[in-house]
Each structure stands twice: as C-alpha cells, then as structure tokens.
C-alpha cells in the first residue's frame, strides 16, 4: 500500500473508530489495514492508536499525526480538483507549434481569430520548418502537412493543402503555357527545394493518368516566399500552395497554368503528445480548425 493511501485509511480508522469501518470503504480486509498502520507506526517509531473492545481511539500522538494527515488529505483533494478543472475547461496557455509559411499566412489569422472568441486562452506560437518534439519542448498541439509518421503522438485531420502550378502573364507572353506536362521541358521551372528535391513535379492528368516530369530551371529554394517573388516577377513557372499563390492569383500577378490537372494535395494535421486524455484547450483549438479548413477554405481570405 503506498503512504497516501495509508494515510488516507489511517484517517478513516480515527473516523470510524474501527479497522474492520474502514477496510470495508477501501476493499481491504481488517487484518491488511491492521499490517498498514502497525507499519505505519512502526516507520514513525511511535504509537498511534489504542485498539480495546471498545473500539479504536488516537494516541496522543496519533491526534497530532490525525490532524497533519487531514491537512494533507485536503491538499491532496485540491490539487486533483484543480488537475480536473484544468483539463475540462478552455483556459490557460495554449503552445502551438507550426512551419513557417503555413503558420504566417494561415495559422497566424486563424489563432488570431479563435483568441477573439476565446480571451480566456494565452497562445504561445512557435514557427518552425523543422521537426518539434512535442514533449520536450512542452507543445500542446503542432500543425503538420504530409504522410504522418507512425508515432505515440495523438492526430486530428483538419483538411487538405492542395497545390497549383502558375506564372507571371509577362511570362506566358513570351512562352505559350504549357499544354501538357511533357511540355515543362521547354519552360523555366522554379523548384520549391523542400517538397520538390528531385526536381521533378508530378501531375495527374484530366485521364487519371499519373506521370512525373523532370524540371529546371532558374532558381530553386527552400522558401515559398522566395519562389512565389520568382514568379510574380516573370522568372518561370512555380508550383506553390493554393494558400500561398491565392492573393496573386486573385489579383493577376501569375495565372494558373496545367489547371486540369492535379498536383499532389498535403493533408493537414494536429499533432498532440497523447492520444489520451487531451485537454479541452486542445480539443476545442483542433474543432475550430476542422471547421475553419472545411472545404476549399484556401481560395477564402483568412
């Protein structure tokens, strides 16, 4: 039996003036909660407890060490409380971990958004292209795109991250869009290095036929911000996130090109430490971002 469970017996028996009252509410037999405090008073080194045929009544000391052992008692009911209350109610300081674009233009809205609604909650957000672990930098939930990794870690599917091919108008004028993916060959491609490595860029076709082409091209980096700047400026033809090629899209600064055809989609994720026991800080931040990635949420401004 461990000490706070003795403890707690010890001030049942006081209670109840009675070993057999006591081990009866635990589901121990008397002669376990004889063993129990004769231990007890046997770590102290004092007596703690008359035991006649009349019943069983505190020592002395065993009035003092009753006493103690209720204050603890309560403290020990308090900090369950208080674990109780801090995992049942939206509160407290939310750390949420991202990469860097998705987290600025997506993230940073969104959270903005959900601390209006929620004043009560302290976010604390982190951007970083690379991989955070949850437990040992004290994360509450990371936003991840791709293939998850088999994991103890806890997940949510919040939607989907789809991508377009696009350039500048300046560009096309001086090279026809391509047509099909084989004509890529022809064209300046700007590489975004962190998802397109190879260099090469798979499509599916309006047939459903899936095909991967090598690209090259100008420049090639590890930035969306830098490739997008790269195209908006004419210097070829990007593959970019919806979310990140939306505003320049709508207003005319690259066109889509190849558009009936796929690119890979990213599904999107929330990580957590534990599948079990999730705090409601954290359940409630993951169903605002299901409902807020609902459908084709990034032809929407944020």
């Not at 001030?11 to 004769?38: C, D, H, L, N, Y």
Request: charged letters at 20%; hydrophobic letters at 45%.
């Amino acid at each position: 039996m461990d000490r706070i469970t003795g403890v707690q017996l010890f001030i049942r028996i006081v209670e109840t003036a009675s070993f057999s009252k006591a081990a009866a509410e635990f589901g121990i037999t008397q002669p376990t909660a004889t063993k129990s405090v004769a231990a007890m008073e046997q770590r102290l080194g004092a007596r703690l407890l008359h035991r006649s045929t009349r019943g069983v009544t505190p020592t002395e000391v065993g009035a003092l060490y009753y006493d103690k052992c209720k204050l603890i008692a309560r403290e020990i009911d308090a900090a369950d409380n208080l674990a109780t209350l801090l995992q049942s109610q939206v509160g407290g300081t939310l750390r949420i971990s991202t990469s860097v674009a998705f987290g600025r233009r997506v993230v940073v809205p969104l959270v903005l958004r959900y601390m209006r609604l929620h004043p009560e909650v302290t976010v604390d957000l982190a951007f970083d292209d690379r991989y955070v672990n949850l437990v040992e930098q004290g994360v509450d939930l990371a936003i991840r795109m791709g293939r998850l990794a088999d994991s103890a870690l806890g997940a949510r599917y919040l939607g989907t991250n789809p991508w377009l091919m696009a350039a500048a108008p300046a560009y096309l004028r001086e090279h026809p869009a391509p047509a099909t993916p084989a004509d890529l060959a022809a064209h300046a491609c700007l590489v975004y290095s962190s998802v397109q490595g190879d260099e090469r860029w798979s499509l599916t076709t309006p047939a459903g036929e899936e095909t991967s082409v090598p690209v090259r091209g100008p420049l090639r980096s590890n930035n969306l911000s830098a490739v997008l700047a790269a195209a908006r400026a004419g210097m070829g033809l990007a593959v970019l996130p919806w979310y990140v090629a939306r505003e320049s899209v709508a207003d005319g600064a690259i066109t889509p090109v190849l558009a009936d055809h796929l690119l890979p989609a990213q599904a999107v994720h929330a990580v957590f430490p534990s599948p079990r026991l999730v705090p409601l800080k954290v359940t409630n931040f993951i169903a605002f971002l299901q409902q807020a990635l609902a459908g084709e949420w990034w032809r929407q401004a944020l």
